[in-house]
């Protein structure tokens, strides 16, 4: 390992992938060229991207009503392209605000129609999970973001509705077990726990779509992705080639079943030494904490440079906290292994042994 990457994202990524992916730069399955070179509607690709589909599939167990895409424009792209196909003009959608990100797709779907904001964690800082809130009966949907990448919360459970549910996933995609067919549409950046930055998966139920008078331009129409199978475009071939290996991986790892326990692990493992060393606390309620994205702050506030350059000295990257919230972030995605955490609670017992 070259440096234990505890970066937010673009993240880590396991060995396997990259050493596969570094061969393919150079040729890719014996075509004599690069991946970075091939034609998107080759055999070779076209493979690659089904693939890549059918394993998102297989790993969340999707019913047959689902469609998987790879597309552009991150998650960012999806906070406009989800109310743009889903909410007609006048009608309401409820979200839940619990961060930056949800926030953020709060404000694009203003854009289409009504949006109720059933709850929000604003007042504290984002610094828990809202419990109590109610959902419009007339709501043609709820939002909600699974996990909050810059204030370290993340949803224990899927939460009860009787409107149907639509997921920013993009920091906790595939890292836990959960019933994946109780959302209707369910996207995320890749570039956490699905591989490397340039695609957005989106899982959408085909039974969701076309309910919308307004003219949605083509490239952003989601049953036009569906028609061409994911390639209305030309898709972000490298990124969706790095997204196959990872699912690869993932699925000869045990699969989400398997990658769960060692998440676990992990965040025990750091949230356990946050919780009894006396240099060092969580920012967040413990019932809400996130286990791929760990927010602490250091009791000497002076000290909080200081233990970011001592941690660089022992090869551990990435924990320096967001702008927005300070302190300290580890993220703890499905490719860093449980030595890095081991590797970063020992640097924190050290250091507090030299500065409490």
């Known amino acids: 390992m070259k440096v234990h990457n505890f970066n937010a994202g673009p993240s880590v990524l396991p060995n396997e992938v990259l050493y596969k992916a570094s061969k393919a730069l150079i040729d890719f399955e014996g075509t004599g060229m690069s991946i970075l070179e091939i034609g998107h509607r080759t055999e070779p690709f076209v493979a690659v991207m089904e693939e890549a589909r059918s394993l998102v599939r297989e790993l969340m167990q999707l019913d047959d009503d689902f469609e998987v895409l790879f597309l552009h424009g991150g998650a960012t792209t999806q906070f406009m392209q989800v109310p743009m196909n889903l909410l007609e003009n006048g009608e309401t959608a409820a979200y839940i605000d619990t961060g930056v990100w949800s926030n953020k797709a709060i404000k694009e779907a203003k854009q289409f129609g009504y949006v109720e904001v059933s709850a929000s964690s604003k007042d504290t800082n984002y610094n828990h999970i809202p419990k109590q809130f109610t959902v419009p009966q007339q709501a043609k949907y709820l939002h909600i973001t699974t996990n909050n990448t810059i204030y370290g919360t993340q949803w224990q459970a899927t939460p009860e509705t009787d409107v149907p549910l639509i997921a920013d996933m993009s920091s906790d995609i595939l890292s836990r077990q959960m019933d994946f067919n109780r959302y209707a549409l369910i996207y995320a950046g890749v570039q956490k726990n699905m591989g490397a930055a340039g695609a957005t998966m989106v899982a959408v139920r085909k039974s969701m779509l076309g309910k919308v008078t307004r003219k949605i331009p083509s490239i952003l129409d989601y049953r036009l992705h569906i028609e061409n199978g994911s390639m209305l475009n030309t898709p972000p071939v490298f990124a969706v080639y790095i997204s196959m290996l990872t699912l690869r991986w993932l699925k000869g790892q045990g699969g989400v079943a398997a990658i769960e326990k060692v998440n676990n692990k992990k965040a025990a493992l750091l949230y356990d030494e946050i919780d009894h060393n006396p240099l060092f606390r969580g920012n967040v309620a413990k019932e ?69």
């Open 288 to 356: 809400d904490r996130s286990k791929m994205n760990v927010t602490f702050t250091i009791d000497k506030p002076e000290l909080e440079e200081e233990f970011v350059k001592f941690c660089k000295k022992e090869d551990i990257v990435g924990i320096k906290g967001h702008r927005l919230s300070g302190g300290f972030r580890a993220s703890l995605y499905n490719a860093l292994p449980l030595e890095s955490v081991e590797v970063m609670v020992e640097a924190m017992k050290f250091f507090s042994l030299k500065k409490a």
